[in-house]
């Protein structure tokens, strides 16, 4: 059963100057995200995935097609609410995601507006700093966390409101790599232990290559998508729309087009170790 589902969307910015026609920033687009699934979303830069991403909580509209969320029609105003109590967008920047100064009230924020009653807010803000692997930290000053540690409580403070689906727009893009393995550690427990929907656009392949299915945009429009494993062994077509495949594959990849007789479909640095044991024994 798909979750998020865009049919035939289409969508143009309004242009800021004078006598300009409006840009087409998506064309056609149709993708189906299902409940539980944890999806990446590829694309050089302005290819339209925070577009994209803007389109399954309802902060963007299509201008052609349509958004569903849970079956709910994103144009339908009315079903606003529900949408967005439904999906949550975390954003790349974790310092304009901070809406209080100790930890556990910026987890609490998300909650209070839902207007949920104080004793289960408690509840909830315990449980969302416990999946991100935070809970020690309540009573802290967020703004003298890491960045890691900043980016894990936006995720907390979206948990808190018991979404079924976490959009992520880079969140681990201003990290170092401590950071970004300590926010994909959480996002792939909250999708596997929680069940949560994950949706996360990213630059970086080796966080790519841990999703179910990944979806390469380019253009507005969708290039290829399928299996991290599928996805990535069209290492020209990728290159041609100038992306990156993950280093393991590149290397074999390079292998190969120099005659060495190597696997296909190589994503991580276990199975280069593995392929490249049995190129040098041969
Ligand atoms: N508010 C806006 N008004 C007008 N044009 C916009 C606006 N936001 C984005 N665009 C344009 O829409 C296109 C797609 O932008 P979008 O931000 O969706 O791309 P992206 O794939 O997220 O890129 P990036 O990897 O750089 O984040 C770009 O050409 C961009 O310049
Ligand atoms: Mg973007």
Redo the contacts with the bound molecule.
Sequence with gaps: MEYLKAEHVSFF????EEGQQA?Q??RDVSMEIKKGEFVALL????????????HFNAMLLPSGGHVYVDSLDTADESLKYEIRRRVGLVL?NPDNQLVASIVEEDVAFGPENLGIPPEEIRQRVDAALQAVGMAEYASHSAYKLSGGQKQRIAIAGIIAMQPDCIVL??PTAMLDPRGRTEVMETIRRLNREHGITVVL?T?YMDEAVQADRVIV?DG?EILVEGLPREVFSHVELLRQHRLDVPQATELLYRLGQNGCTVPEGVLNEEECVAALELLLKA
């Design positions: 910015y309004d242009s800021t840009q920033v998506l694309g050089h830069n302005g290819s339209g995935k925070s577009t994209m991403a803007k790349q727009d880079e656009i630059h945009m507005g």
